[in-house]
């Protein structure tokens, strides 16, 4: 990364005896869209208060341009907040609602207007300037609220669980305008959201926060395919978790492996000794299903039909039962016997077994 608009080092926050914040760090880059996935209780929301100002850390630093944050009150940042009420002015019609900011700067009249007719625009409002918000429906509230955060030219902009409001549908169309959005503006993005597939579609790098602290940062990709924690391959998507030894190189059986109830999984076990318990997460959507041929025997339970794919619940052990996503088409019924099977790099080698 270049260098960090936003650094976040070592913070701590508590409230009382709760601890909302244990040791955070991590970077924004400039123009970069950012999320902070977790829980409902993780800390998002304190995380995203301290960087706009309305909470200050009990210790650590927080930094815009190198500049330090403590101390500055939320007006004199260069930072923005969507609130996810919207917090619209209703009393002020759309042109005047995405005007404020601009207006308390002090700027041009004429200024004024070019820079609210450019959000209209870029917002797809243009026909609405002069619209009352309680004549706008959800979707367009999310956009003028929108338009109104970035008038005045924030930095960063903080959106707080942005599309929490809207339906399904409208949910993931307005996915691609923020996207776009963000895009046009550079400026950067910090979302709070505990929507794994809202931080997946959306940001170009996830911070997992559980309990107050940061389990892994990283690209969408990466948090999917290669979960640094149980936790997070858990929450990140669906998955299986196969609990095992780990079995390394030995001259009668090349290639490492995890031995699991059901059979041996050829893995590659990284830093973990010979014997170590681990735990494999492998995603459905990485285990194929067939009628024969090699692979570990198992019978169809149970399935759910969702449209691109049928989930499966295909019991390979007395107590070990996996999911595995059949492509479009697929014909499986209850009690069909079949093989799964997926490659060796399909999982993700957790260390510690159950524990973790
Ligand atoms: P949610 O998704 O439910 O908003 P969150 O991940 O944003 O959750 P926070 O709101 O940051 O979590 O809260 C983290 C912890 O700090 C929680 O246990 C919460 O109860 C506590 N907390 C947050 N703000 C305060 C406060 N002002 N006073 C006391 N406790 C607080």
Avoid: W
Wanted: a neutral charge.
């Amino acid at each position: 990364m270049n260098a960090p608009l936003l650094s976040i080092t070592n913070v701590c926050k508590s409230f009382g005896a709760v601890v909302a914040l244990e040791n955070v760090s991590l970077h924004v880059g400039p123009g970069e869209f950012f999320a902070l996935l977790g829980p409902s209780g993780c800390g998002k929301t304190t995380l995203m208060r301290c960087i706009a100002g309305f909470e200050a850390p009990d210790i650590g630093a927080i930094t815009l341009n190198g500049a330090d944050l403590s101390g500055v009150p939320p007006f004199r940042r260069p930072v923005n907040m969507m609130f996810q009420s919207y917090a619209l002015f209703p009393h002020l019609d759309v042109f005047e609602n995405i005007a404020f900011g601009l207006r308390r700067q002090g700027e041009a009249r004429d200024a004024i207007a070019a820079r609210v007719d450019e959000l209209l625009a870029m917002t797809q409002l243009s026909n609405f300037g002069r619209r009352r918000i309680d004549e706008l429906s959800g979707g367009q509230k999310q956009r003028v609220a929108l338009a109104r955060s970035l008038a005045p030219r924030p930095k960063m902009l903080l959106l707080d669980e942005p599309l929490g409001a809207l339906d399904r549908k409208l949910r993931e169309e307005t996915q691609f305008q923020l996207k776009e959005i963000q895009r046009l503006t550079q400026t950067s993005f910090v979302i709070v959201t505990h929507d794994q597939d809202e931080a997946l579609a959306l940001a170009d790098r996830i911070a997992v926060m559980r309990g107050g602290r940061v389990e892994q940062v990283a690209g969408p990709m990466e948090i999917y395919d290669h979960p640094a924690t149980r936790f997070v391959a858990g929450f990140v998507g669906e998955t299986n978790f196969i609990e095992g030894r780990i079995e390394r190189h030995v001259a009668r059986n090349p290639g490492a492996a995890l031995i699991a109830a059901f059979g041996r999984i050829p893995c590659e076990p990284g830093d973990l000794p010979d014997g170590a318990q681990a735990t494999l997460s492998v995603r459905p959507e990485r285990i194929g299903v067939t009628r024969e041929g090699e692979g570990i025997s198992g019978v169809v339970e149970n399935f759910v039909f969702r449209g691109e794919t049928t989930l499966l619940r295909v019991r390979v052990a007395e107590n070990v039962v996996l999911r595995a996503a059949a492509g479009h088409g697929a014909r499986h019924a209850i009690g069909d016997a079949v093989k799964l099977s997926f490659p060796s790099d399909a999982g993700a080698l957790l260390g510690g077994g159950e524990i973790g």
